[in-house]
């Protein structure tokens, strides 16, 4: 009986999972034979070779795809681009932050072992087939980041920012069980292959409390993926953040958030799309504009990089709503673009930052002339500005570039004209930065030292490296992406 | 499922609110109020207090709840196993052996980090 | 013809080794080895212009490809060139032009201490403008199209130093980015229609479409908003602001950028688009107002202008208006015509402006004045005594521009003007806008000259010893130019005088599936008229020369400082207020919005209705700390709440 039951369980599907669990057991057992406060070196260390095996293991099992646990999880191409964008981000933020820890004064091996566990749980989101593992997996990821975002005790901003973070986040947690419920109600089920099942044969006579579960799941990942109105917690966490976690935050688990939400609403709430349309669209009109305007009057680099992820959360709304393949594809390259844009952009902005212990931090004043003190380092960053404005030949331009148009070949015209004015109007706080390293004299008495760390000047180069190959070639990355929602719909 | 079923629902929650707000709202019109310092004291009984009753708990009550949850609900997996250990063979086995592995690290982990020691 | 990608890499091995050595290595082998790149292009370009000539007119369209560039779906791109007449006629210009002022800069930058800067950025700029005009798709020539206004950003603001010069880079970049949300537009518009953004596939594609409903609202749309980017770039009305403050920039700089190349992109997209254009007559009809209007405004600004640089950047703006009235009124070749030979006599202008300011700064440096500016015509006058050899190129480059008979600008604004009076519509009106323009072009120019070159000397004494000639690195570019500001306008003689009208003949092969695909007939005029115009357009040249020479010669007159001016001089000066406009109407409320998003969504809302609410209602209770995060988080959930509402009611409202 029970050997039917392992077959039929296929947890070979699930070993990067399993490995990533044990390389937390791995670390932890590392942190606790460590000598006090020496633990972090090691604890790194283990991190980075366990995600190496994550993703060994991930790669061993790319042809090995289909339902495990009974359909609760699916390993589709889907899945398999996330674990290793995912596994990829995860890294490089654990590679670049020994140092940064140090100076940021979180040298404790937790702020490892909760981006592991944080992966754990985005890894579980991305692979959920039913509704509770999703909500496992979302709940194990917001819980490392309330942490990870309060780390910096001895800030208030830090503080706070958890704090927000966590109350606000646990206020929609409700909303999402409660979802949960009202379609486990109204369709018998919280495997998404039965829902979608069930929408399809009564699709003419939707029950109302079946709108209601689906309306509240919806703002659960508004919620998660910061969409207006639902984004108040983002700026605040974001800027308490440790920066490196704030890297994390506006790549990894909005990632990973998008991936749920494609998957639920392509999946699940697939013949639900026209239905839903209407307040999408709204969504992703205030998010576009809202995230834009309040970025306009930022004076922190970090304040203005976290309302604009909010905007670029709201160009991904708009791919989301053309339900089509060349959306969801365009989704997926648009979050690995971002990854890599913001990623370098953040590190620029913490080898900048004057004082990490300074609350009014990450000032656009420290880049007075920066690209005249460091011509190498204020390139880095005016290629990452360029292309999160999307002005070609940079990654960003294609990012946007397919985002738009699937949004009018799907006929969102208006949506597109929209999203474009709005990408017009970001052009004035990147190029403020831009303006204050090439066209703003230097202020020598005024300069704080550059902050550097080897692994950060690496990740750097690969980044903007990666920013100008995409932007001149990037059709191979949308071929992937594209394979990989292909099993989707 | 129509909404039509949850209209009894629907009454109950409007006869709940109405009776909870009619009386607050009638004691709040009908009562007779005469405020002084006394009456806005914490305990009317003619005795001072001392310093405010909000005062924060240790920590460690926390932690010590946590774990003791934590280790609980353990037990609970346990009970229900090892009642049907022989039924459940080596998976069972190997599964509980995952899961106990688990805790034990965690455990191993609040011990050195000194979670267990009240001082 | 795979060699011709070589006129792309020839510039991207000069910024790439100036790049990297270019900073501990000297001055002659940075600029040198930057020019003689550009000059290797230009070779490359003549090369690939003669193999095209070798081909029969009908096969004169040849695909470079060079790699595979997009795959995405239905969308299959390679990173192509399009060779055509079109092109080659513009790679000439853009390498030869480009080459000349390389060459000139080594002299101009001589002493910068980021020469070898300078000279990357003008490489990477003629790389992008090359790509612009070569791509044989939209989105190539818009990454061009971005790239050029990158560089043109990066070298207005080139001296940093001045606060003034990072704001005009500044604005340059914004007002063009919103030609650029245009073009976007328009770009997705024409993928969702065509499906395809190749422009061998894109026009019979568009022609096959719409050639039985001209005019759709459709193509309309598509093609008002390519005409939205083509004003940013080419400085028409409304986007033209930028161009003037433009002229912060090195001289050289405003002659390749803001005068020769970049700016006549608009132009070249329009004409390389001409099928979409003439299936649209309602945004034709707009194109050649648009051209027309801008022509005789940015003339009218030019007249009373006292910056030599910023009375060029108006004659610029009011040029380009011609050539945009060409393609509107379906004359494209004349557009281009008029590009080239503008392109030879305006990047003269430049340079020889650039030579004056050159003596003007070393005379004020040598009596250590560095209060009065080397650029105010009312510090000149004389000059010609002094610097004989930048007169006359200045004159010959003037005499161009005005349209007086025998020099290149006459041929082709002649064309231009001729071509107006006989299309349909709106050409009689164009005709006549384009016309006064012509008899104001020439006042505001030999008003310069006048001011410039002829009366006393008006700078401060004893800075007149230091006047003298700049280095034969510098003249010599000048030169050459001055013959092509001669003898260019020779290869497209009007009907009356020549059968055979070379430049058209060799551009017909591109513009004539335009034509087709809306079975349009170029009207032609009898002889007679023709002469008529020409006498006509030529007497205006001549009254704006003879109202100069009344006023500056004959009166005397000297310009009047800012103060004096009045009533409608005053609106001149001031160029209609339409900075002062533009701000208050579009930037103003855009702060003001930003604003009132950021009290909304940030902070005034929350602290000034929520939080002091219930921060009473707080203090009730008393507790200290907490009021404040347990207040904003409180006030958080309401808003979440309030959007739960919302969400809910739309959906199980339905």
């Given amino acids: 009986m029970f050997d039917n039951l392992i077959a039929g369980m296929h947890v070979g599907r699930i070993l990067p999972e399993i490995v990533l669990v044990g390389v937390v057991l791995l670390a932890i057992l590392t942190d606790v034979i460590s000598p006090r406060g020496k633990s972090t070196g090691p604890v790194r260390l283990v991190s980075l070779a366990g995600l190496i095996g994550v993703l060994v293991a991930t790669i061993l099992k790319k042809d090995d795809f289909g339902q495990a646990f009974g359909g609760m999880v699916m390993i589709d191409g889907f899945t398999f681009f996330f674990r290793v964008v995912l596994t990829f981000i995860t890294f490089i933020i654990i590679y670049v932050s020994e140092k940064y820890i140090g100076l940021a004064k979180i040298r404790i091996a937790e702020y490892y072992l909760m981006l592991l566990l944080a992966l754990f749980g985005m890894m579980l989101m991305v692979m959920a087939n039913d509704l509770l593992i999703l909500f496992l997996g979302i709940e194990t990821m917001s819980i490392c980041l309330y942490t990870l975002v309060g780390m910096s005790r001895h800030k208030a901003s830090s503080n706070e920012g958890a704090l927000k973070y966590f109350l606000l986040g646990a206020f929609t947690t409700g909303f999402f069980v409660y979802g949960i419920a009202l379609i486990y109600g109204s369709t018998g089920s919280t495997n998404l292959t039965d829902i979608m099942v069930y929408f399809r044969t009564v699709n003419t006579a939707m029950p109302v409390i079946a709108w209601a579960g689906v309306g509240l799941i919806l703002i659960a990942f508004a919620f998660k993926t910061s969409l207006v109105p639902f984004h108040w917690w983002s700026p605040d966490a974001y800027e308490g953040a440790p920066t490196t976690i704030t890297a994390f935050m506006s790549t990894a688990p909005k990632a990973a958030a998008f991936a749920a939400f494609i998957r639920v609403f392509y999946v699940g709430f697939g013949d639900l799309s026209s239905g839903l349309e209407p307040v999408l669209w709204w969504i992703a009109v205030l998010t576009m504009t809202v995230g834009n305007l309040i970025a306009l009057r930022q004076d922190s680099v970090k304040r203005m990089l976290a309302f604009s992820s909010i905007t670029h959360a709201g160009y991904l709304v708009v791919a989301l709503l053309t339900w089509e393949q060349m959306g969801a594809s365009a989704i997926l390259f648009y979050l690995v673009v971002y990854a890599i844009m913001n990623i370098g952009a953040f590190l620029v902005a913490i080898a900048v930052n004057r004082d990490e212990s300074d609350e009014k931090g990450y000032s656009y004043e420290d880049y007075r002339g920066l690209g005249f003190r460091k011509p190498i380092l204020a390139f880095a960053m005016m290629i990452f500005m360029l292309s999160l404005t999307g002005i070609p030949p940079t990654a960003g331009f294609f990012g946007k570039y397919y985002i738009f148009s699937a949004a009018v070949k799907s006929g969102f015209v208006g949506l597109a004209v929209i999203g474009v004015l709005n990408s017009a109007v970001s052009v004035y706080y990147y190029l403020r930065v831009i303006i204050m390293m090439y066209l703003k004299e230097r202020d020598e008495e005024k300069e704080a030292p550059i902050f550097w760390a080897g692994e950060m000047v690496s990740i750097m180069f690969i980044c903007v490296v990666l920013v100008i190959v995409i932007g001149i070639k990037p059709d191979w990355l949308l071929s992937i992406a594209q394979a990989s929602v292909s099993g989707l719909m | 499922m129509t909404p039509n079923d949850f209209l009894p629902v629907l009454i109950t929650f409007f006869v709940v609110g109405g009776f909870a707000g009619i009386t607050l709202i009638a004691t709040h019109i009908l009562g007779p109020k005469r405020y002084s310092k006394e009456k806005h004291d914490i305990y009317e009984c003619g005795l001072d207090y001392i310093g405010d009753s909000r005062k924060p708990f240790s920590v460690k009550f926390y932690l010590v709840a946590v774990l003791f949850v934590i280790f609980d609900l353990e037990v609970v997996f346990m009970y229900p196993w090892a009642v049907n250990f022989r039924h459940l063979g080596l998976f069972g086995f190997v599964s509980m052996g995952i899961f106990l592995v688990i805790l034990t690290v965690g455990l191993l982990y609040e011990w050195k980090k000194g979670a267990l020691e009240w001082e | ?654």
């Fill in chain 3, 1 to 654: 013809m795979d060699f011709a990608v070589w006129i792309v890499l020839f510039p991207l091995i000069g910024l790439l080794f100036n790049t990297f050595f270019g900073k501990k290595l000297p001055e002659k082998i940075v600029g040198w080895l930057a020019s003689l790149m550009i000059g290797a292009s230009f070779v490359v370009a003549l090369m690939i212009t003669l193999k095209l000539a070798a081909l029969d007119p009908e096969h004169r369209v040849v695909e470079v490809t060079i790699f595979r560039w997009i795959t995405s779906g239905n969308l299959t791109l390679d990173f192509a060139f399009l060779i055509d007449p079109l092109t080659s006629v513009m790679i000439l210009v853009v390498t030869g032009i480009s080459f000349l002022i390389h060459i000139y800069s080594i002299g101009y930058m001589h002493g910068d201490s980021r020469f070898h800067v300078f000279f990357v950025f003008l490489n990477l700029f003629v790389f992008f403008m090359l790509v612009l005009v070569l791509g044989n798709n939209l989105p190539i020539l818009f990454i061009g199209w971005e790239g050029v206004g990158l560089c043109s950003y990066l070298l207005i603001g080139f001296w940093w130093e001045d606060q003034k010069k990072a704001e005009a880079g500044m604005k340059a970049f914004i007002v063009n980015r919103i030609g650029d949300f245009g073009m976007l537009i328009a770009m997705f518009l024409l993928f969702y229609y065509l499906g395809t953004l190749k422009f061998t596939e894109m026009f019979p594609a568009a022609a096959h479409l719409w050639g039985h409903s001209v005019g759709a609202p459709a193509i309309t749309a598509i093609t008002l908003l390519l005409l939205l980017g083509a004003t940013g770039k080419s400085a028409q009305i409304p986007l033209f602001v930028w161009l003037p403050d433009a002229m912060a920039g090195p001289t050289p700089v405003s002659a390749l950028i803001h005068a020769a190349t970049m700016v006549t992109a608009g132009v070249y997209m329009i004409a390389r688009t001409a099928t979409l254009f003439m299936l649209a007559p309602t945004s034709m009809m707009v194109v050649a107002l648009i051209g027309g209007f801008t022509a005789l405004f940015a003339a009218t600004i030019g007249i009373k202008q006292m910056d030599i640089k910023k009375v060029l950047a108006y004659s610029t703006v009011s040029q380009l208006g011609y050539m945009v009235m060409a393609c509107g009124v379906g004359a494209f070749s004349a557009g281009i015509f008029h590009l080239m030979t503008h392109a030879f006599f305006k990047a003269l202008l430049f340079l020889a402006s650039g030579a004056v300011i050159h003596t003007m700064h070393g005379a004020l440096h040598k009596v250590h004045d560095h209060d009065t500016d080397p650029q105010d015509i009312r510090n000149m006058g004389g000059l010609r005594k002094y610097i004989p050899l930048t007169y006359w190129l200045f004159v010959i480059a003037t005499i161009s521009i005005s349209g007086l008979p025998g020099f290149a600008g006459f041929f082709s604004k002649d064309e231009i003007l001729a071509n107006a009076f006989a299309s349909e519509g709106v050409g009689y009106v164009v005709w006549g806008l384009g016309l006064v323009g012509a008899v104001i072009t020439a006042f505001y120019m030999f008003r310069l000259v006048y001011l410039t070159f002829h009366g006393n000397y008006k700078g401060p004494e004893g800075s007149a010893e230091g006047l003298k000639e700049s280095p034969p690195i510098m003249t010599a570019p000048l030169v050459v130019l001055a013959i092509l500001a001669i003898i260019g306008g020779y290869v497209g003689l009007p009907p009356v005088l020549s059968k055979f009208h070379l430049f058209q003949t060799w551009l017909k092969p591109v513009f004539e599936p335009a034509y087709s695909a809306v079975h349009y007939h170029p009207h032609h005029l009898s002889h007679g008229l023709e002469w008529l115009l020409i006498a006509v357009s030529v007497s205006a040249a001549v009254i704006g020369l003879f109202i100069a020479w009344l006023m500056y010669i004959k009166k005397g007159l000297i310009a009047k400082s800012d103060d004096e001016q009045s009533g409608i001089q005053r609106l001149l000066l001031k160029k209609y207020h339409v900075d002062e406009v533009y701000n208050a109407v579009v930037i103003q409320p855009l702060i003001d919005l930003s604003r009132y998003a950021w009290k909304i969504f940030d902070a005034g809302f929350i602290d000034n209705i929520l939080v002091n609410g219930t921060a009473r209602a707080v203090r009730v209770f008393g507790g200290g700390l907490r009021r404040m995060q347990t207040g904003i988080v409180g006030n958080y959930a309401l808003m979440i709440a309030l959007g739960v509402i919302l969400i809910l009611a739309a959906l199980m409202g339905r």
